[in-house]
């Protein structure tokens, strides 16, 4: 019908852009960068695994570099481009703030092609913000569509880069290169961990009880899963610890308590966190101690199907078979082919 023309017409549109890229002036770009955002984010929320999500999200790389660095764009050299993540406003800095976030998702879903070696992210320039009270308690910081910090963030992706370099390197990696991969996972874990733990203590002595608002409780909250999310990464990923480790079984443990005590029953809020739920979920395996942890997982992806976000479907199916054949998710992801992300 004429609905699938006019979908027909923008993609050749887009594809044009991208082809044409020197020729179109910033809010060109601009707007061909959003449009191509907008489809990964489409993949990732309704796709069944197979939808290439990635893919969009190398395009808009592209688009980036021509943005940023239009003379490597146009030789294509290799060398280092550097996306601002800024908390100015305008189009162009929220865009790169989006392809930020997902790109760092990207990282912790199996996804080699989230990965780039030639474009990095900044945040020092986030950090500098002159506002900030200085305290790591505070929530001046965090942004709001994300659910963390923008230091939680940057630490995501420094989990993000540990875990595709360990991935990359797999059995190639030698003795010397095998220890300084622990050293430095060993070494993030234990930062943030200690930033979480301080950044509580911090928020209990600024804000008495009834303080704040119900919805930077929830920002606590997520803010705490995505932290705890990210150890379990460099635990089982990177540092290779069984799911029976303690430091492990702890992890999901503290995730299971906040989901069920400070995430309220069918909020919106579980879809920013379905990252969250899906890799402490994938832990439970039959027959182990977090077993009877299975119903709290499984519903929390469930609430977040009626939700809308149907890929979540497909993060049950995974999970549901971590369970029953003890195998970790991103192994089932490369055995399947899936190419799921939780970034939107």
Same mark, same amino acid.
């Given at each position: 019908?004429v ?17 044409n ?8 770009? !601009? ?12 993949? #990732? ?21 021509s ?5 490597? +764009? ?22 790169? $703030?989006?392809?930020?976030?997902i ?14 070696? *030639? ?38 992706? $420094? ?27 060993? !070494?993030?874990? +234990? !930062? ?9 203590? !911090? $928020?209990?002595?600024?804000f ?31 540092m ?11 992890? *999901? ?11 309220? #029953? ?59 054949t ?6 089932? +992801?490369?055995? $399947?082919? #899936? ?6």
């Open positions: 019908g609905s699938r023309l006019l979908v027909r017409e923008a993609v050749w549109e887009l594809v044009d852009n991208m082809y890229m020197d020729k179109l002036d910033d809010q060109g770009r !601009e707007l061909t960068l959003a449009s191509i955002l907008m489809l990964a984010g489409y993949s #990732i929320f309704f796709g069944g695994g197979r939808t290439k999500w990635s893919i969009h999200l190398s395009g808009a790389r592209d688009i980036l570099k943005m940023i660095a239009p003379q490597y +764009y146009q030789t294509k050299k290799q060398g280092p481009v550097i996306v601002e993540y800024s908390g100015q406003p305008g189009r162009r800095f929220f865009l790169q $703030r989006l392809f930020s976030y790109t760092v998702m990207g990282l912790l879903s199996a996804a080699p092609l989230a990965y780039s070696d *030639v474009l990095t992210i900044d945040f020092s320039t986030f950090h500098r913000n002159p506002n900030s009270t200085g305290h790591s308690g505070a929530f001046d910081n965090v942004e709001y569509y994300t659910g963390m910090e923008t230091k939680m963030l940057e630490m995501l992706m $420094r989990v993000g880069t540990l875990v595709m370099r360990c991935e990359k390197q797999g059995m190639l990696l030698s003795a010397s290169g095998e220890t300084s991969l622990l050293t430095e996972a060993i !070494e993030l874990d +234990y !930062e943030i961990t200690r930033y979480l733990n301080q950044s509580e203590k !911090e $928020r209990d002595l600024l008495s009880p009834g303080e704040p608002s119900e919805a930077d409780e929830l920002l606590r909250a997520t803010n705490l899963l995505f932290g705890l999310s990210a150890t379990l990464h460099l635990r089982r990923r990177v290779q610890m069984p799911p029976s480790s303690q430091l492990v079984k702890e992890v *999901v443990l503290r995730a299971a308590d906040i989901l069920q005590n400070r995430i309220p #029953i069918g909020s919106t809020t579980l879809c920013c966190i379905t990252f969250c739920i899906f890799t402490c979920g994938c832990e439970c395996v039959r027959g182990s101690d977090l077993e009877h942890l299975q119903p709290l997982y499984a519903g929390g992806l469930d609430q977040i199907v009626q939700l809308g976000m149907s890929s979540t479907k497909q993060a049950k199916s995974v999970m549901e078979e971590c369970w029953r003890r195998n970790s998710w991103w192994e089932i +992801y490369k055995q $399947r082919g #899936i190419d799921l992300s939780f970034g939107m």
